[in-house]
């Protein structure tokens, strides 16, 4: 039984990074998922043969009507990106690649109201 709960939590310490708002893609064409606001999240990395990563990442609110929209990166080592989509422009995802990772965070912005 000792070894079995051992097994497990080595595993699991193992298992893919996560942090409180984001995520840390570690290992080729394996996907994390992020739920910011309304808005979840599908990313995953394919290592490029020049020592680039390309990251996919499928964003989708949580709307009936809602469509799927998709964002393909090209990160170099330090390379950083930061937007938001059209279905959450509140919500601002940042991708950083370091070294063999790329980590994915997301805050919420608070609304711009313009004033004539």
Known sequence: MKTLLLS???AMAMGTAALANGVVLTTA???QTMHVGDVDM???RTDLGDGAYEVTAY???RTQWAQPERVMLRLQDQDQVRFATPSEPRTLYTFVRSADEVVISAEQVPAVSVSH
């Open 8 to 10: 497990t939590l080595a």
């Open 29 to 31: 064409l394996e996907a």
């Open 42 to 44: 599908v990313a995953y």
């Open 59 to 61: 964003f989708r609110a």
